[in-house]
């Protein structure tokens, strides 16, 4: 029996079990009386729109799960940005699936709706991958106007998105379930065929109150932008559905006749689960962040048959680079490695010991040349985050640590094969940009509730802040007592603790989701599938790099 397992397990496996607690909460929406007069209205909710849509046995994701989570507690909150978006197959056809949740502010969209939606028609044009919207808003929640409505990556934007995605040839299909309202009633009809369901569902460009007010005409909504209306008399719309259900079905019937995609081409052979048991990834993830551990064990519990082979196993040790499966398709693996490590001796040059999870020159030069290759093979790359930043210091700086960390960036940022990360424990400053980070285009990336995202470690930036704040108090001349030290230090590392969760960065959707780290296998595979649609159109060119 090994104690420090059985103890990391305890700790993971609670951080799993608050996941799927937080899971719970956020699937509920605007909560369960709301989900009542929903359903009095003789309509499903997004997620079982959603459920009934999917092929009930092929996998799915959801991203954006705890967009919103903690924020606009003032205007009540907004339960996972008001729209829930999931990634899985309508009559096998891999599809992503965007669902307005009316039971939340009636589908308003505050900016965190915005920004979701966005990163849902961001996935479907990087992957050319048919996107649905299941209609359900009553358009931008008016109090936060000013934060939603005119700015480039704000409302307007997923019309724009509309038009450019219908012109590169990805399916857009829209169901009108609800109210559709003022702006919001373009993106339906952008798309290439729109629904509406009889007597639930009403699309115009302003509501009964709004003309009366304009014009002065007196008419109600079922009239002025009803499914008959739209259907029989105007055009606007395409099929009239006589409930939820009839029209999911109709959706069904149109996205089985999609024809076949172009592929980009990336090797798949027969999926093999790994050889050595993923539920031990508890036992081998350290309690404390500071600790180490062989990412090694981590790899072989998330690539098909166990089966990773290193790339430059003995140099650069702070970064594993390999090749191996996951759920059959070929990825290389960029992994920042944990544990201290020592370089070999050589008669010009003495072994050091090396931090693990630390990026140094040898590690950044060989995962430069590693995203290459993967490149040059047209191979998907995966990379695995527990990264504390780059090496500092005179002996780094003398080295030219800036300039190999750029290379790194270089490949990173230029790489035109898809990439994805996952964040299982640490996630600061550079090393979250060489690692892959938002910034740099990953098609999925997704934490583990072990992380933690930062500029620096709690303890760091808690260190450096209270510095800060006990130097402005001193020049107040304020005595700085021991206890008044601790007193500041807790409260900063408290404050910054929680920003550095990786709920925080799931709310404002830095991250795709929190996931549990056994649907790792599962996130990368579909991602890897839905990369597959889009074949790819540039060279891979480094550009200018520093030597």
């Not at 490695?337 to 950044?364: C, H, N, W």
Request: with cysteine; net charge positive; charged share 25%.
């Amino acid at each position: 029996m090994d104690i420090n397992f059985n103890k990391n397990e305890d700790h993971n496996k609670l951080l799993l079990s608050d996941l799927r607690q937080r899971l719970g909460k956020v699937k509920l929406g605007g909560g369960e009386k709301r989900i009542e007069k929903h359903h009095a209205k003789g309509k499903m909710t997004a997620r079982e729109r959603i459920a009934y849509l999917l092929d009930e046995k092929k996998p799915s994701i959801e991203i954006g799960a705890f967009a919103g989570e903690g924020m606009y507690k003032e205007h009540g909150g907004c339960p996972s940005g008001g729209v829930v978006v999931k990634i899985g197959y309508v009559k096998g056809v891999q599809c992503i699936v965007v669902a307005n949740d009316a039971t939340v502010k009636a589908g308003a969209w505050f900016p965190i709706t915005g920004k979701k939606n966005l990163r849902a028609q961001e996935i479907s044009i990087e992957n050319k991958l048919p996107i649905i919207y299941l209609v359900d808003s009553a358009g931008v929640y008016l109090p936060m106007q000013d934060e939603i409505f005119p700015d480039k990556e704000h409302f307007g934007r997923i019309f724009r998105n509309n038009a450019v995605m219908s012109s590169m040839g990805i399916t857009q299909i829209s169901a009108i379930m609800g109210s559709c309202v003022a702006g919001g009633a373009y993106l339906p009809i952008m798309s290439d065929e729109a629904l509406i369901v009889d007597k639930t569902g009403s699309i115009f460009l302003a509501g009964s109150y709004l003309v009366k007010a304009a014009i002065g005409e007196s008419i109600d909504n079922e009239t002025l932008g009803g499914a008959t209306t739209q259907c029989e008399v105007s055009g606007v719309t395409d099929y009239k559905s006589k409930d939820d259900k009839d029209a999911l079905d109709i959706i069904k019937k149109i996205v089985s006749k999609i024809g076949a995609y172009d592929k980009a081409g990336y090797n798949r052979a027969k999926a093999i689960k790994p050889a050595k048991d993923p539920n031990e990834i508890f036992g081998i993830l350290p309690r404390s962040r500071a600790d180490q551990y062989d990412m090694r064990e981590i790899i072989e519990r998330l690539v098909d048959d166990s089966d990773f082979e290193e790339y430059k196993k003995g140099y650069g040790q702070t970064i594993l680079t390999g090749y191996a499966r996951i759920d059959g398709w070929a990825v290389g693996i960029v992994a920042n490695q944990r544990k201290l490590v020592k370089t070999t001796k050589a008669k010009t040059k003495p072994s050091e010991m090396q931090f693990g999870g630390v990026i140094y020159s040898d590690s950044a030069d060989k995962a430069t040349r590693f995203i290459a290759n993967c490149n040059q093979k047209k191979i998907p790359l995966v990379f695995l985050q527990d990264v504390t930043g780059f090496m500092v210091g005179s002996k780094s700086e003398h080295g030219g640590i800036i300039k190999d960390g750029a290379k790194m960036v270089n490949a990173v940022s230029n790489s035109v094969v898809p990439k994805f990360t996952i964040i299982i424990g640490n996630s600061y400053g550079a090393g979250n940009y060489a690692m892959c980070g938002k910034a740099y285009d990953p098609r999925l990336i997704a934490a583990w509730p072990s992380a933690e995202l930062a500029v620096m470690s709690g303890n760091s930036a808690a260190k450096v802040l209270l510095q800060i704040e006990t130097a402005s108090l001193k020049k107040q001349g304020k005595e700085i007592t021991p206890e008044v030290e601790k007193e500041l230090y807790d409260r900063i590392k408290a404050r910054y603790d929680e920003q550095i969760s990786p709920y925080y960065a799931a709310s404002r959707i830095w991250t795709d989701g929190v996931i549990d780290p056994l649907d790792t296998r599962k996130w990368i595979s579909l991602g890897i599938e839905a990369a597959d649609h889009a074949p790819i159109e540039k060279p891979f060119n480094l550009g200018v790099i520093q030597v």
